[in-house]
């Protein structure tokens, strides 16, 4: 059985950090695309990262996070980490990450479709 699990969420004031970290198990993730997405109340979920790692290491991050979110991966550990660091209230939201089983980059880095696992999600609050 395939599972993703989130971690690392917390509250935070403004301008602090917080590491997440996405442990996928029952399955191990090679040359694929793994991806962040959030979900705020409210509103609708969006990718803010997402890195693909095979014969090229690639990252992609939304316009809104560029600067403060860095996504990375230990692929001897199957985990995804999403370092974000200078958050803003507007951060605040529910982070998933997602697991494409396919094994080639990622063509739609921020399209729910794109994906077949996910995570149950970790909580981001950020305070004023």
């Known amino acids: 059985q395939v599972q993703l699990v989130e971690s690392g969420g917390g509250s935070v004031p403004a301008g602090g950090s917080l590491r997440l970290s996405c442990a996928a198990s029952g399955y191990t993730y090679s040359s694929n695309c793994m991806s962040w997405f959030r979900q705020a109340p409210g509103k609708e979920r969006e990718g803010v990262a997402a890195?693909?790692?095979?014969?090229?290491?690639?990252?992609y991050y939304a316009n809104s996070v560029k600067g403060r979110f860095t996504v990375s991966r230990d692929s001897a550990k199957n985990t995804m980490y999403l370092q974000i660091n200078s958050l803003k209230p507007e951060d605040t939201a529910m982070y998933y990450c997602?697991?494409?089983?396919?094994?080639?980059?990622?063509?739609?880095?921020?399209?729910?479709?794109?994906?077949?696992?996910w995570g149950q999600g970790t909580q981001v609050i950020v305070s004023s």
């Open positions: 890195i693909y790692t095979g014969s090229s290491f690639t990252t």
């Open positions: 997602a697991a494409a089983r396919a094994s080639h980059r990622c063509y739609f880095p921020f399209s729910a479709a794109a994906y077949n696992d």
